[in-house]
């Protein structure tokens, strides 16, 4: 029963985390999810400077949420679905087990 707990939490890929705990990566993410975009509309939609959204996108691409796509002098940027479900598919577990151990409490020693 406690593997099953820590797997769950183990599975959860911390950099992805991390990653998402950024307010402007966030805010990232969330255009990536309406379509694919290049550096220079993520410049214009956050209004960060282009050296600091690289720097985000950096981190976003090396924990596995976004793709690139050259075109040209422009990069674009895709968000990878699956990678989100994933995280969703073990935080909902982890929601579930939760409401079962409702009622559970352990009893103090």
Same mark, same amino acid.
């Given at each position: ?16 985390? %991390?990653? $998402? ?9 969330? !255009? *990536?999810? %309406?379509?694919? $975009? ?12 282009? &050296?600091? $959204? ?5 981190? *976003? ?13 422009? &990069? +674009? +940027? %895709?968000?990878?679905?699956?990678? $989100?479900?994933? !995280? ?5 577990? *982890? ?15």
């Amino acid at each position: 029963m406690m593997c099953e707990y820590q797997c769950m939490l183990t599975s959860v890929d911390p950099d992805v985390i %991390r990653a $998402l705990g950024d307010p402007l990566r966030l805010r990232i993410v969330a !255009l *990536l999810a %309406r379509e694919t $975009l290049c550096t220079t509309h993520l410049v214009e939609e956050t209004g960060a400077k282009q &050296t600091n $959204l690289s720097n985000h996108m950096k981190v *976003l691409r090396e924990a596995g949420l976004v793709e690139t796509e050259p075109c040209g002098r422009f &990069t +674009y +940027y %895709r968000l990878k679905p699956e990678v $989100l479900d994933g !995280l969703s598919e073990r935080f909902a577990g *982890l929601a579930a087990s939760a409401r079962a151990a409702a009622g559970n409490r352990r009893a103090c020693p």
